[in-house]
């Protein structure tokens, strides 16, 4: 079982819906990022937290260290949101980064 | 400009070749990192260097050597290629102590 797991993998939504992405982790973290990957495209990181809630844009990442859990909200999703949203951990002092399985998002005009 | 930049972007070659990807950061981040992806997409760190010092490296053959001449710059050289190292290989850099990373376009290889 990997250390961080993500929900769901796949994900549909139509232009407006708004949108979750949930990322569990096993293990004790002392940050957590967020990562957008856009097919055949880089690596853009979105957000990076240990606490609390951040916003940028439409987009809101909050994160509930007591109960191992992040989420990434999309407000009034648009076509081009559509890409890979991965959830990253750093794991103890070496800056080492856990990556999730990440959740292909597709959203359709 | 471009913060974290990876050279090439696509690298086809035949099994039995060496190869080199070269990555530079201009951001001034003392911690440079190489990630594989594989035909998953899933993601998994190589190695760590910080301020040129290897920091991780998390079981990858020793055909994989990353070299790095200076902070800005983590090179990756891979001998005798296999079929199996097909992959997209990203570099990123940060500060040192779990802070945000930075990642470059990546490198496809098709090894054939």
């Known amino acids: 079982k990997n250390e961080v797991e993500q929900s769901p993998q796949n994900l549909t939504a139509q232009e407006g819906e708004f949108i979750t992405i949930n990322c569990s982790y096993s293990v004790g973290i002392s940050a957590l990022h967020w990562l957008q990957q856009h097919p055949g495209g880089g690596i853009v990181s979105l957000f990076m937290l240990s606490s609390g809630k951040k916003k940028h844009g439409r987009l809101i990442a909050t994160i509930n260290i007591q109960e191992k859990h992040s989420s990434l909200h999309i407000t009034a999703s648009h076509p081009r949101d559509s890409a890979v949203y991965i959830c990253?951990?750093?794991?103890?002092?070496?800056?080492?980064?856990?990556f999730g399985t990440g959740t292909r998002l597709q959203v359709t005009l | 400009d471009t913060a974290v930049s990876q050279t090439p972007k696509y690298l086809v070659t035949q099994m039995g070749n060496d190869k080199s990807i070269k990555c530079e950061q201009n951001l001034g981040h003392d911690t440079m990192y190489w990630y594989k992806q594989d035909s998953k997409k899933f993601l998994k760190i190589m190695f760590s260097y910080n301020n040129k010092e290897l920091i991780i490296n998390e079981t990858v053959p020793n055909r994989f050597s990353p070299k790095s001449p200076d902070k800005a710059h983590l090179n990756l050289h891979i001998n005798s290629l296999e079929l199996g190292d097909s992959a997209v290989y990203f570099c990123a850099s940060s500060h040192w102590g779990n802070t945000e990373a930075f990642f470059g376009q990546g490198t496809r290889l098709t090894v054939v």
């Open positions: 990253a951990v750093y794991t103890g002092t070496a800056s080492k980064l856990t």
